[in-house]
């Protein structure tokens, strides 16, 4: 360093450059925390052998089990369900990562291998639908987990419309929109009002 003022901006760059990878980092972590959590789920509902005896009460049930857990309770498992629901290419996305190592190196975890091999393992797409398993014409689950915050994701899923939601998607990587401007653009009608809507 060649002078006071130069190692002040040094430190300050490194700063601000690391504390905003650390906070992706989390955030991507949330995300496929969250995302997995709805995959079990749908998964138990699907195909655990004592699922009927939990029925309706399933969700309640796990969020009673889980509740020394900061941000899981009854309205966050059923988002988690509609995550995974929504969102089905994000499976992809794990996978890839999973075999290739980097996820399990970005997580920092050794014992990966067990949701490889679930994940591999399960050829069907839980309860989702024919429609919903057509990934064309969608964002792909990299972009969804590496440039979406979970806080956006929660708005989008509530979009029923494939279209429509990725439309939101879009827009809101491109205008790189805060969660209160993707709310704001919903509410307004954004989509309806743009051309792409009367194209359909």
Request: charged share 25%; proline share 1%; net charge positive.
């Amino acid at each position: 360093m060649r002078d006071f003022k130069s190692l002040i901006h040094n430190i300050s760059v490194v700063h601000q450059q690391l504390q905003q990878y650390a906070a992706n980092a989390v955030n991507q972590a949330l995300t496929i925390r969250n995302w997995l959590i709805g995959y079990y789920i749908v998964e138990y509902e699907q195909n655990g052998s004592d699922r009927a005896e939990y029925g309706k009460k399933l969700i309640p049930n796990i969020a009673k089990e889980l509740k020394n857990i900061k941000g899981i309770d009854i309205r966050s498992l059923h988002n988690f369900k509609l995550l995974y629901a929504s969102y089905p290419q994000v499976k992809d996305f794990l996978l890839v990562n999973l075999k290739m190592g980097s996820l399990t190196t970005q997580l920092g975890s050794t014992n990966m291998g067990l949701l490889t091999t679930q994940l591999m393992k399960d050829q069907k797409w839980g309860s989702l639908t024919a429609k919903s398993q057509k990934l064309e014409n969608r964002v792909t689950g990299e972009i969804i987990i590496t440039k979406l915050s979970y806080t956006h994701l929660e708005q989008l899923i509530r979009i029923d419309d494939d279209l429509k939601r990725t439309f939101y998607e879009i827009e809101c990587m491109k205008g790189t929109w805060s969660v209160r401007e993707l709310k704001r653009q919903i509410s307004s009608l954004y989509y309806e009002r743009s051309e792409l809507k009367n194209l359909r």
